[in-house]
T-cell receptor, first 112, second 115 residues
């Protein structure tokens, strides 16, 4: 079956760094996505990894290790507006339409 | 990123009525769109995959006769919740697959409240 695990909640202070881990066991692999979702809003796309390694986009970086079934999202120089739920999603190779399997999300709380 | 719109953003209806939600990709063509439902403090639950010009594919446990999906063009998919009941109250979100960018972009969501 499909299994995507990420922590339920993390708290960090403004200006700090937080790393959100995601482990997955899926029927094949064709990419891992991170989305940010503020309360009451739809998810917004943050990053996409299909090969091993680190992808950096400003304050956000995402890392992938396919052999370990592991990814993390790194948020640097945290700002209050970064308080949100962060969703890890995997696209299995078995799905030709590009369907994503989502984790339950990690609620990040940024404190002053 | 690409833009996906949804309409309406919020709807309140009486039990037994039907509600139609539109999802449009504004600056790219989407052969495939997805419909999700999200209950408070829970993750996204995929309801169905909508393919332009063909029948939608529903996830296990989702009633196709209750949640009618039509993907009539490369920029528009609609979800109709038929004979809505209070338990159908939820946040409905669509996404569209942008094949050139190899990713999905989400619409802003529709909050449905059934009285």
């Amino acid at each position: 079956g499909q299994n995507i695990d990420q922590p339920t909640e993390m708290t960090a202070t403004e200006g700090a760094i937080v790393q959100i881990n995601c482990t997955y066991q899926t029927s094949g692999f064709n990419g891992l996505f991170w989305y940010q979702q503020h309360a009451g809003e739809a998810p917004t796309f943050l990053s996409y990894n299909v090969l091993d390694g680190l992808e950096e986009k400003g304050r956000f970086s995402s890392f992938l290790s396919r052999s370990k079934g592991y990814s993390y999202l790194l948020l640097k120089e945290l700002q209050m507006k970064d308080s949100a739920s962060y969703l890890c999603a995997v696209r299995p190779t078995t799905d030709s339409w590009g369907k994503l399997q989502f984790g339950a999300g990690t609620q990040v709380v940024v404190t002053p | 990123g690409a833009v996906v719109s949804q309409h309406p953003s919020r709807v309140i209806c009486k039990s037994g009525t039907s509600v139609k939600i539109e999802c449009r990709s504004l600056d790219f063509q989407a052969t495939t769109m997805f419909w999700y439902r999200q209950f408070p403090k829970q993750s996204l639950m995929l309801m169905a995959t909508s393919n332009e010009g063909s029948k939608a594919t529903y996830e296990q446990g989702v009633e196709k006769d209750k949640f009618l999906i039509n993907h009539a063009s490369l920029t528009l998919s609609t979800l109709t919740v038929t004979s809505a009941h209070p338990e159908d109250s939820s946040f409905y979100i669509c996404s569209a697959r942008d094949e050139s960018a190899d990713t999905q972009y989400f619409g802003p969501g529709t909050r449905l409240t059934v009285l």
